[in-house]
């Protein structure tokens, strides 16, 4: 893999024909780090965020060595990484998933919202001696969203008197018994947290059962031109709160698993202006590809003109088009660019770590990426160098 000083010096060097995926690995690691040494428990990354062995093997070597899988080509491709703990968390799993996960792979943490859910895993994971005695089984809990970006309480999710009487079955079923939520990915500030941990408290005491383990997953922010969090810090200490005043033993686990914090920072997307008419611009990615958040959920991203000599142009807002020839394929921003951006300009697209590569699909013959690391700073962190939070630009 090339490495380049930043991706102004990539551009210069190779006038790439394709759009290009930048890693930052040592941005993943840092966070990781950050993660590893603030969060008042255990840090599982969400697998599905990115799947590129660079920020993979960043994230391992900065201490991460649990992952969250949610389906069964993520576990075999996990498990290949040697001393990891999996947990596979999708609430509704086949059969041969199931089966699969404990008898080839090893896997004992399963997560379901459902009795159905917890009679397939009863099954699929006896054997000739009867059920297993060895489940991690997690309680999958629906939870209000407040201030998340893409809310994901209506799919999955049990509560109130349904989830007690599930998680008293459950206990029946699990060596360890857990509950899990989540309150919505990009989530910028800790009240649902706050709300959720609340309705978890509750929900033990109506059970009256031992719980072994609080998965508070995932939903962490990362900064983007049109979203500044609050400190993650924050987040961690309305957790920390809510925990000691659990209806648990001092031995509880706490989990939590982050994707777009842990990975956001570190990718970028470098593309080329293919045409230019008045304020829009149409570039050689877009919503199918690496900008699917852009296109369908309105994320603005940070961008960069890479041409030397415009850094102090005045700036004017773009709307971005994708390469295919669905008129859907468009990003409206406002994305900030130097005013004489022109065709055959590249333009860097920050902090899309998180979900970019993992959504890119090849619609209409596109989809292929030049791959190369970068050894700058992203252009927004979270992160500061003395461990201490921050927002600032690179």
Same mark, same amino acid.
């Not at 008293?168 to 990009?186: I, M, P, Y």
């Not at 609340?198 to 049109?226: E, M, N, Q």
């Given at each position: 893999?090339?490495?380049?000083?930043?991706?102004?010096?990539?551009?210069?060097?190779?006038?790439?024909?394709?759009?290009?995926?930048?890693?930052?690995?040592?941005?993943?690691?840092?966070?990781?780090?950050?993660?590893?040494?603030?969060?008042?428990?255990?840090?599982?990354?969400?697998?599905?965020?990115?799947?590129?062995?660079?920020?993979?093997?960043?994230?391992?070597?900065?201490?991460?060595?649990?992952?969250?899988?949610?389906?069964?080509?993520?576990?075999?491709?996990?498990?290949?990484?040697?001393?990891?703990?999996?947990?596979?968390?999708?609430?509704?799993?086949?059969?041969?998933?199931?089966?699969?996960?404990?008898?080839?792979?090893?896997?004992?943490?399963?997560?379901?919202?459902?009795?159905?859910?917890?009679?397939?895993?009863?099954?699929?994971?006896?054997?000739?001696?009867?059920?297993?005695?060895?489940?991690?089984?997690?309680?999958?809990?629906? @939870?209000?969203?407040?201030?998340?970006?893409?809310?994901?309480?209506?799919?999955?999710?049990?509560?109130?008197? #349904?989830?007690?009487?599930?998680?008293? #079955?459950?206990?029946?079923?699990?060596?360890?018994?857990?509950?899990?939520?989540?309150?919505?990915?990009?989530?910028?500030?800790?009240?649902?947290?706050?709300?959720?941990?609340?309705?978890?408290?509750?929900?033990?005491?109506?059970?009256?059962?031992?719980?072994?383990?609080?998965?508070?997953?995932?939903?962490?922010?990362?900064?983007?031109?049109?979203?500044?969090?609050?400190?993650?810090?924050?987040?961690?200490?309305?957790?920390?709160?809510?925990?000691?005043?659990?209806?648990?033993?001092?031995?509880?686990?706490?989990?939590?698993?982050?994707?777009?914090?842990?990975?956001?920072?570190?990718?970028?997307?470098?593309?080329? @202006?293919?045409?230019?008419?008045?304020?829009?611009?149409?570039?050689?990615?877009?919503?199918?590809?690496?900008?699917?958040?852009?296109?369908?959920?309105?994320?603005?991203?940070?961008?960069?003109?890479?041409?030397?000599?415009?850094?102090?142009?005045?700036?004017?807002?773009?709307?971005?088009?994708?390469?295919?020839?669905?008129?859907?394929?468009?990003?409206?921003?406002?994305?900030?660019?130097?005013?004489?951006?022109?065709?055959?300009?590249?333009?860097?697209?920050?902090?899309?770590?998180?979900?970019?590569?993992?959504?890119?699909?090849?619609?209409?013959?596109?989809?292929?990426?030049?791959?190369?690391?970068?050894?700058?700073?992203?252009?927004?962190?979270?992160?500061?160098?003395?461990?201490?939070?921050?927002?600032? #630009?690179?």
């Amino acid at each position: 893999m090339e490495r380049f000083a930043s991706a102004l010096e990539m551009v210069e060097a190779k006038k790439p024909d394709i759009p290009v995926l930048a890693a930052r690995p040592h941005a993943a690691a840092r966070a990781a780090r950050w993660f590893v040494k603030n969060f008042p428990g255990e840090v599982a990354y969400a697998y599905k965020a990115n799947h590129s062995v660079f920020l993979l093997g960043a994230l391992y070597g900065a201490g991460i060595t649990q992952f969250d899988v949610a389906s069964l080509a993520e576990l075999e491709d996990a498990a290949t990484i040697p001393g990891v703990r999996l947990h596979f968390m999708h609430p509704v799993k086949s059969r041969t998933a199931i089966r699969r996960a404990y008898h080839e792979f090893g896997i004992r943490c399963f997560a379901l919202d459902s009795e159905d859910e917890l009679e397939k895993i009863v099954e699929e994971t006896s054997t000739a001696d009867g059920p297993a005695k060895d489940l991690e089984l997690f309680v999958r809990i629906s @939870v209000p969203a407040k201030n998340s970006r893409i809310p994901l309480e209506r799919k999955f999710g049990i509560a109130g008197q #349904k989830a007690a009487k599930l998680l008293v #079955k459950t206990r029946l079923a699990a060596d360890e018994l857990g509950l899990t939520f989540h309150v919505g990915s990009q989530t910028t500030t800790p009240d649902a947290f706050v709300t959720a941990l609340s309705d978890i408290h509750k929900l033990i005491v109506k059970a009256g059962v031992v719980v072994d383990a609080i998965d508070v997953g995932g939903g962490f922010p990362s900064r983007y031109t049109d979203s500044e969090p609050a400190p993650l810090k924050s987040f961690f200490d309305v957790i920390k709160a809510g925990m000691d005043k659990m209806p648990v033993t001092e031995h509880c686990r706490l989990i939590c698993e982050p994707g777009r914090a842990l990975v956001a920072e570190a990718e970028s997307l470098i593309v080329r @202006v293919d045409a230019r008419r008045g304020d829009e611009l149409f570039i050689n990615d877009g919503g199918y590809g690496a900008l699917f958040d852009a296109a369908n959920l309105g994320f603005v991203f940070p961008v960069k003109l890479l041409r030397p000599g415009t850094e102090s142009e005045p700036l004017k807002p773009f709307e971005l088009w994708g390469p295919t020839c669905d008129s859907i394929d468009g990003m409206k921003g406002p994305f900030m660019l130097p005013a004489s951006v022109r065709e055959g300009d590249y333009i860097e697209i920050g902090n899309l770590g998180a979900y970019g590569r993992a959504l890119a699909g090849g619609f209409n013959g596109y989809g292929r990426y030049l791959e190369v690391i970068l050894l700058d700073e992203p252009m927004y962190t979270m992160y500061g160098d003395d461990d201490v939070q921050r927002s600032s #630009k690179a």
